[in-house]
Antibody
Framework: EVQLVESGGGLVQPGGSLRLSCAASGFTFSTYAMHWVRQAPGKGLEYVSAISSSGGSTYYANSVKGRFTISRDNSKNTLYLQMGSLRAEDVAVYYC????????????WGQGTMVTVSS | EIVLTQSPATLSLSPGERATLSCRASQSVSSYLAWYQQKPGQAPRLLIYDASNRATGIPARFSGSGSGTDFTLTISSLEAEDFAVYYCQQRSNWPWTFGQGTKVEIK
């Protein structure tokens, strides 16, 4: 079964850091670009970051550029999002998603992990 | 950044009725427009890619149309499981962006 499982969310103080992980299974992880998308409580969806299959190309939303870093370890079938200088506006469910080379967009999503920023 | 504006914000319909959802882009996205369905507590589900192509396993009652800046998602006859929030999303330019969503609710 194709699956993505996020972990690492939790409560962090403003200005703090957190690393999210996304474990992939059921497909050849190293051949797929991957994305992080977030959703603030009761709000819509926002693309956060993307990374190519090799990890050689990365993309960030302006709202997180310079604070978040996307990376991947293809030997461990795992995607990461290192988040720093966290703010109240970063509170959201963070989803990892697989980009389909056929559809050109995210076709498989994880269940999400909640990040809360509060003192 | 390309802004996607969805209308209406809420659509109140009965099962069996036809639903027509609109998505307008602030600049041309060619046909690089997708539609997702999201139910409470769940991740989004891909319905339509490249404006008019159904993703794997998506029922034929879902169809998409449009190009450039104006797009439509049509659900020909609403079933109970179709009441949800629908988002359009463009992949023409990074950052990829979503519309704010249209909620299809039971009338």
């Amino acid at each position: 079964e194709v699956q993505l499982v996020e972990s690492g969310g939790g409560l962090v103080q403003p200005g703090g850091s957190l690393r999210l992980s996304c474990a992939a299974s059921g497909f050849t992880f190293s051949t797929y670009a991957m994305h992080w998308v977030r959703q603030a409580p009761g709000k819509g969806l926002e693309y956060v970051s993307a990374i190519s299959s090799s990890g050689g190309s990365t993309y960030y939303a302006n709202s997180v550029k310079g604070r978040f870093t996307i990376s991947r370890d293809n030997s461990k079938n795992t995607l990461y999002l290192q988040m720093g200088s966290l703010r109240a506006e970063d509170v959201a469910v963070y989803y990892c998603a697989r980009k389909s080379p056929i559809f050109g967009v995210a076709d498989i999503w994880g269940q999400g992990t909640m990040v809360t920023v509060s003192s | 950044e390309i802004v996607l504006t969805q209308s209406p914000a809420t659509l109140s319909l009965s099962p069996g009725e036809r639903a027509t959802l609109s998505c307008r882009a602030s600049q041309s996205v060619s046909s690089y427009l997708a539609w997702y369905q999201q139910k409470p507590g769940q991740a989004p589900r891909l319905l339509i890619y490249d404006a008019s192509n159904r993703a794997t396993g998506i029922p034929a009652r879902f169809s998409g149309s449009g190009s450039g800046t104006d797009f439509t998602l049509t659900i020909s006859s609403l079933e109970a499981e179709d009441f949800a929030v629908y988002y359009c999303q463009q992949r023409s330019n990074w950052p990829w962006t979503f519309g704010q969503g249209t909620k299809v609710e039971i009338k």
